[in-house]
């Protein structure tokens, strides 16, 4: 009403007879300015809903041509404009990074939520047909948005698998069916209903969603034993870029290999993975022990880095390091580092203690550390999400309920960082609001697979990964430069300390300080810059040709999408002339 009152007002006054017939913009009275401002606004908004209300239209039409859409009504079901009420909380719900909520990033023209597979190829065909760019959300943890914001096409619009969540297990096979869009906990879960001696090896976060997390490797605390999510699956179905299903077979060994590590969205839609169960023994063991810098917290973690990637295959201890204030600390008289020492083992106590004694005695875990609990309650546990003593229904929940404004960037190690290094690290955290490190060990199994398994490469000589991460709890721009520019400046400082040639970094842990493609235009040179980091030059190599070959026509691209390569055709290149690197999608 506010709205309409002040056109009809700006109206009057534009027509006012008294007033100049033409009038420069710079001649209006501030609130005159406004109003006209104002003006121009709503109507270029009333616009553009117009237009995304006929693309979506026009969608809509596509997709029950290509599929069946039994379910009515269609709109706010499964269909969501910009002006439904239901809009902003369905593209919110599983956002984790609340820096691509914010007003001024892009939202997409409508979003979908499709309720069976061959929705999801009926998105694809129609995304092409009416040429609007598809970005696709599974679980909604991708670092950087790209899973519902795209800050080089516009527009797009959001297809969140949320809807597609079943989970089949099959203990007699070792095997699950689980769908794009179940969380990880879930999977946990759904493994544990059926066998208390079964597991999965895949992220420590439970709200993950196995679409994304899975694409880009999926580590978690069953690591070393087991290796990956990633190296734990044995088939899949995928929507391709011409809107078929194709599992394994259908798809080939190239493609298969590009899907498992190779990163979200540049290959395909994962509808299904088929995933292998691990073993799990009855009792499992955990423990969480914390030292502060006045405790000797950085001689502790010089040793942890000298042992941890060699530790019995069961055992697998991280480090959660950040500030905490004096009052927390208890023995500090100042805000100081704390690092936190948590472990699983797959075993009792008494051998895990057993284990401590021989390989590191020096973290000391008593027996009144160590609590004994079944695997899922260990996931529970190391989740940290919920409170203690949670049972394992939690991971039903699906969603996270704290979110946050956050920079995260990775770095692998190869050689113990020195002790002075680290304590350059602890000036740089105390001088930062909330900053956090997490430092996961590797060794055991992840050394015994070879790089070229899947495209994920950080394998044997690694000690263990590194990931860096600044939170803050407001959308101002300045907070964002001050605490996105402070994990750049540590980033820079942990250059001379970490992997080198390339710098490795974790494709899940998706960085774009490390480069980006440009609008619908990929560059094999340009992509190195990342494609090297996450993937290793072969690795790399053999994801762009697999690309090439499978989705010539880059209609599955984003921000860090593997580009393709094309070539000038043989008979019109010389000889001497090397391959065109460039392509336009
Ligand atoms: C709080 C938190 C904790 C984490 N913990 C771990 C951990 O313990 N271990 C670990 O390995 N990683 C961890 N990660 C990183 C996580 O693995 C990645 O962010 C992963 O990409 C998330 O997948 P998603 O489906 O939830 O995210 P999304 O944001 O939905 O997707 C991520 C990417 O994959 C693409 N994608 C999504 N669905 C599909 C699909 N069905 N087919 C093809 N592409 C798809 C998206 O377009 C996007 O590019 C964590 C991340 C967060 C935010």
Redesign the pocket.
């Given at each position: 009403k506010e709205s309409i009152h002040l056109i009809n007002q700006t109206l009057k006054r534009l027509k006012n007879p008294k007033k100049p017939k033409t009038m420069k913009l710079c001649e209006l009275s501030p609130s005159y300015l406004k109003l006209a401002i104002l003006l121009f606004l709503v109507l270029l908004q009333s616009n553009s809903w117009a237009d995304s209300a006929s693309t979506l239209e026009n969608f809509i039409q596509c997709v029950s041509l290509n599929s069946d859409l039994s379910v009515l009504p269609l709109s706010d079901t499964i269909f969501f404009s910009p002006n439904s009420s239901l809009f902003t909380s369905v593209l919110q719900s599983s956002a984790?990074n609340l820096r691509y909520l914010a007003p001024s990033v892009p939202k997409p023209a409508f979003i979908f939520t499709p309720l069976q597979d061959s929705h999801v190829q009926a998105a694809v065909i129609c995304s092409k047909q009416l040429k609007i760019h598809l970005?696709?959300?599974?679980?909604?943890?991708?670092?950087e948005g790209?899973?519902y914001v795209s800050q080089i096409e516009t527009p797009f619009f959001l297809l969140d698998?949320a809807n597609l969540r079943s989970v089949n297990v099959d203990i007699k096979n070792n095997a699950a069916w689980i769908q794009?869009g179940a969380t990880i906990g879930e999977v946990y879960y759904r493994i544990y209903q059926k066998s208390k001696v079964h597991g999965y090896p895949a992220?420590?976060?439970t709200t993950?969603?196995v679409?994304?997390?899975i694409?880009?490797?999926?580590?978690?605390s069953m690591m070393r034993k087991y290796g990956l999510g990633a190296d734990n699956v044995d088939d899949a179905k995928i929507v391709d870029a011409n809107g078929r299903i194709l599992d394994r077979a259908a798809m080939g060994e190239d493609l298969f290999w590009a899907i498992r590590g190779g990163g979200?969205?540049s290959f395909?839609?994962?509808l299904w993975w088929k995933i292998k169960l691990v073993p799990v023994p009855a009792t499992v063991t955990v423990f969480t022990v914390s030292r502060t810098l006045e405790q000797g917290a950085t001689k502790l973690l010089y040793k942890w880095q000298q042992v941890v990637d060699k530790l019995d295959e069961d055992l697998f201890i991280r480090v959660l390091i950040q500030p905490v204030s004096a009052t927390a600390a208890k023995n500090a008289t100042k805000r100081t580092i704390s690092t936190s020492y948590q472990a699983l083992f797959l075993g009792d106590s008494n051998r895990l203690l057993q284990v401590m004694r021989k390989s590191f005695p020096e973290l000391g875990p008593t027996k009144k550390d160590c609590i004994e609990m079944s695997w899922i309650d260990s996931v529970v546990y190391i989740s940290g999400s919920y409170p203690s003593g949670s049972p394992a229904e939690v991971l039903l929940q699906g969603k996270t309920t704290s979110k946050v404004y956050f920079k995260a960037k990775s770095d692998f190690v190869t050689y113990p960082i020195p002790e002075m290094t680290l304590e350059g690290i602890w000036n740089r955290f105390l001088e930062e609001d909330n900053p956090f490190t997490i430092w996961t060990p590797y060794g055991g199994m992840m050394s015994r697979i070879p790089e070229s398994a899947i495209p994920f490469p950080h394998r044997k000589g690694t000690i263990f990964m590194i990931q860096y991460l600044s939170a803050w709890f407001d959308g101002d721009l300045k907070s964002t430069v001050k605490h996105v520019k402070w994990t750049q400046r540590l980033y820079d400082y942990m250059g001379p300390y970490v992997s080198r040639f390339p710098r490795e970094a974790y494709v899940?842990?998706?960085d774009l300080d490390l480069g980006v493609n440009k609008k619908n235009n990929t560059s094999f040179i340009q992509a190195l810059s990342w494609g090297n980091r996450y993937f290793k030059s072969s690795n790399f190599n053999r994801l762009v040709r697999v690309k090439t070959k499978v989705d010539p026509g880059n209609f599955f691209r984003?921000e860090q999408s593997i580009p393709t390569l094309s070539y000038t055709p043989v008979q019109s290149r010389k000889r001497s002339e090397g391959p065109n690197e460039t392509m336009k999608g």
């Open positions: 984790q970005r696709v959300r599974s679980g909604g943890h991708d670092y790209l899973s698998l794009a992220g420590l976060c993950l969603g679409g994304g997390h694409t880009g490797g999926a580590y978690g979200g969205a395909g839609i994962i899940n842990y998706r984003h």
